[in-house]
């Protein structure tokens, strides 16, 4: 890929607003890319609460290439397997997981604590130069201002900070996207019945009943699928931690986390699961489980201020709920997007206010699918017993006897899904929309051949040697590519009438 044109090299200071695990993600990722930048985080020390979390491939790929990886270490866990079962425990779908994700998209499927990937994180921040300022809670912004004046955050100590750039990655409860919507209301859905509990069990207790350890044989990753709740669970903590999520629809719908221990409701709403997950839940120990209502924000019709000196990102401007494990990869994505767009204003490519629309155009239809497949996925998890559960573990049935399969119900196997949203690569994404922007105004380029380098590698270079960089499939003789585009060009008047009607190949 030809590298993008420089102009003159601009300073560029960005206050990202919230050191959760996507500000802190964003905050490398501009960081290495020339950004100056200042992280607030308002709590009085650093640190992620909650259990463990999955770093699918479209984020892990980021841990290794910031060096986050070699940081957490065997804290970092790939499992073997997923092991889809309905309630009782029946195994009804399957994905065999090492080695083929990474051999089919090109990077691991990570299991982790939330704890251990901040820390991670923030080691690598700290040494990229970020500068992280806590107990500093943000009481307002200023972004109406002049041309070529910067905007401020104002602390609610008293500090304020100047910056081109203002992001948003205060969460739900956002500061920022409130201060960019005044009187209207953008705070996610609420009250909802969609919540869930985490909780955590030690191998060593599982492994002292003989009837669980059945399920810790293996690191594998299992969902027991029922009546409007699931359980999902799988190893962290170098394989030597049970972590669960249990998903259910409450009675009464919530819109802050239950603050009183719920261990005694969890196991009364799950006893009819897997005999052997219902011994683990036994394990659970007391004053352990809290309660979390699952809020989805948005979408909203923008993100960015209209002095484009303010951006949103992550849960501030598109939380989801929690079934496809997108949240905070979603605002990892969004970071490493910023990074590569900032990177090219401080390169004097482009200016902030097309960095930040490029940004906003690209990733907001993005967030937006995400947030409906997360819907989706839930609703599959969610089905009662009943003539569409029987339809969708029908469906899944090719995968027990190892058969190739098209499409699946199973979104964390299925081929479409996997390579739509686990094989996504956020920097590539953004180093593209900028060479749009440049070079064809938004318009997809046409090659000789008729044969862009994004399709190519979907199709075609991503299983050859070097991707593609050294073939000639598609950079043969230019008659024949020539004449290969005619014969496209034929297909589509024929048949194609869709693509005809917009003038493209």
């Known amino acids: 890929m030809a590298p993008i044109t420089n102009g003159t090299k601009k300073d560029l200071t960005v206050c990202i ?51 986050v990886a070699d940081v957490i270490g065997k804290n970092l866990v790939e499992f073997e397997e997923l092991n889809m079962r309905k309630q009782d425990g029946t195994k009804v779908g399957y994905t065999h997981m090492i080695p083929e994700v990474r051999n089919d998209v090109g990077w691991p499927w990570w299991v982790v ?7 991670g994180l923030v080691a690598v921040a700290q040494k990229q130069g970020v500068e992280i300022r806590v107990d500093s809670r943000v009481d307002r912004i200023e972004y109406d201002v002049a041309p070529g004046q910067k905007a401020k955050v104002f602390t609610t100590k008293g500090d304020v900070v100047e910056a081109d750039l203002i992001i948003g990655s205060d969460g739900v409860k956002s500061v920022v996207r409130n201060s960019l919507f005044p009187g209207q209301s953008t705070d996610p859905i609420q009250p909802t019945p969609n919540c869930a509990y985490r909780a955590v069990v030690p191998y060593s207790e599982v492994r002292k009943d003989p009837q669980a350890a059945e399920l810790i044989e293996k690191l594998t990753m299992e969902v027991w699928m029922a009546d409007h709740k699931y359980i999902i669970s799988y190893p962290i903590s170098g394989g030597e931690i049970f972590n669960m999520v249990l998903s259910h629809h409450c009675t009464t719908p919530m819109s802050e986390w239950d603050s009183e221990d719920c261990v005694k409701t969890l196991r009364e709403t799950y006893k009819d699961f897997d005999p052997r997950v219902v011994k683990i839940l036994e394990m659970i120990p007391e004053g352990s489980v809290k309660r979390w209502p699952l809020l989805v924000t948005g979408p909203l019709k923008t993100w960015l201020s209209p002095q484009r000196n303010v951006a949103l990102m992550g849960d501030a401007a598109h939380s ?131 044969v862009t380098k994004k399709l190519a590698d979907v199709y075609l270079n991503w299983f050859l040697p070097d991707g593609g960089a050294k073939s000639h499939a598609v950079k043969g003789n230019a008659k024949e590519n020539a004449e290969d585009a005619a014969r496209l060009q034929v297909a589509v008047e024929g048949g194609g009438k869709g693509y005809q009607a917009e003038g493209k190949l």
């Not at 695990?21 to 490398?28: K, M, N, Q």
């Not at 604590?113 to 820390?119: I, T």
């Not at 339809?391 to 098209?406: F, I, N, T, V």
């Open 113 to 119: 604590h939330r704890a251990h990937l901040h820390d």
């Open 17 to 67: 607003v919230g050191a959760g695990l996507g500000g802190v993600a964003g905050s490398i990722a501009m960081a290495k890319n020339g950004v100056k930048v200042i992280l607030l985080e308002q709590a009085p020390e650093l640190g992620e609460i909650g259990a463990g979390i999955q770093m699918t491939p479209n984020v892990s790929r980021f841990l290794i290439k910031w060096g």
């Open 320 to 450: 989801m709920v929690n079934h496809m494990a997108q949240g905070a990869a979603t605002a990892m994505e969004d970071g490493a997007f910023l990074g590569v767009v900032l990177g090219e204003v401080v390169k004097g490519s482009i200016s902030l206010a097309e960095a930040l629309e490029i940004y906003e155009k690209v990733r907001q239809p993005k967030a937006y699918a995400k947030q409906q497949i997360s819907f989706i996925n839930g609703a599959i998890w969610h089905l009662p017993d009943g003539a569409e559960a029987d339809a969708r573990d029908a469906a899944m049935s090719p995968e027990l006897s190892g058969k190739q399969y098209l499409r699946s119900p199973n979104l964390y196997g299925d081929p479409v899904t996997v390579l739509g949203t686990y094989a996504y690569d956020a920097e590539v994404d953004a180093q593209d929309a900028v060479r749009a922007h440049l070079e064809y105004k938004g318009q997809e380029e046409i090659g000789v051949a008729g």
